[in-house]
């Protein structure tokens, strides 16, 4: 994971790396502090894991919503230590369900890793194979008319004229359509969700000032979050507001 940023902060400097995921900065943050990932200690690891968004956020970097709804978890797991206990809820994050979630991305990392070595070994001695075959040598014709290589360059200009021209009117297709991705505008309502309680769908995708397919694919987004229980939606007549709550 290559270093990127380092932020100054009154504890000690915190290192924005490339994480892949929350649970890529999870081990990072517990290898750097020696924990067994059988016992770790929820309170300093949750503190680290705030402390980094922290970070990311007085850098202007964007959050991923993965890394917020891990955020919400942890301190969700950290608030529950300090009251009594309770009835588990089947649909929260539990303590043990989070360290065997931890365990087997690490060994996916570890197996990536080794897939990748390998792959990148592999590769290596394909290009050895390729340097030491000696491709049979082609000899140049002696013999050829004057205007000859001038035709050639001629047309191979004209090909290379059309072909960008051609290039250049399917830049200008593409341009005109925007696509829009399920998860880019779930981030969206995550970020307003953790700066209000609730939102109404309707204007924050009005249909008059955002694209048909960008409300469509944000609508998409609300079905998906509403079918993991991350959200609460309400609409209390056909066609009308639809009002999203936080759980």
């Known amino acids: 994971?290559?270093?990127l940023l380092t932020l100054?902060?009154?504890k000690y400097a915190i290192k924005i790396d490339n994480f892949e995921g929350p649970?890529?900065?999870?081990?990072y943050l517990i290898e750097k502090n020696k924990m067994n990932i059988y016992d770790i200690n929820l309170t300093q690891i949750t503190e680290q894991y705030m402390e980094y968004l922290n970070a990311m956020e007085e850098l202007n970097?964007?959050?991923a919503s993965e890394f917020l709804v891990?955020?919400?978890s942890l301190l969700y797991l950290k608030s529950k230590r300090l009251l009594p206990k309770q009835e588990e809820d089947e649909e929260e994050l539990t303590e043990e369900e989070l360290i065997r979630r931890i365990i087997e991305y690490k060994k996916y990392k570890e197996i990536s890793k080794k897939f990748k070595e390998n792959y990148i070994l592999f590769s290596k001695r394909i290009t050895k194979m390729q340097e030491e075959i000696e491709l049979p040598k082609r000899k140049l014709e002696k013999n050829y008319e004057n205007d000859l290589i001038?035709?050639?360059y001629k047309d191979l200009l004209e090909r290379t004229s059309q072909r960008l021209n051609q290039n250049a009117k399917n830049i200008e297709k593409i341009a005109l359509v925007?696509?829009?991705t399920v998860a880019s505008k779930v981030r969206e309502m995550v970020r307003v969700l953790f700066k209000q309680k609730r939102f109404v769908f309707n204007k924050l995708f009005s249909i008059k000032q955002k694209d048909k397919q960008e409300v469509i694919t944000a609508f998409s987004g609300l079905l998906e979050l509403s079918r993991r229980n991350k959200v609460a939606t309400?609409?209390?007549e056909i066609f009308g507001d639809i009002m999203v709550e936080k759980k």
Request: glycine share 0%; charged share 25%; net charge negative.
């Open 8 to 10: 100054e902060t009154k």
């Open 23 to 27: 649970l890529d900065l999870l081990i």
């Open 150 to 152: 001038p035709q050639v």
């Open 234 to 236: 309400n609409q209390e």
């Open 178 to 180: 925007e696509n829009y």
């Open 61 to 63: 970097l964007e959050i």
């Open 70 to 72: 891990m955020a919400s």
């Open 1 to 3: 994971m290559p270093n």
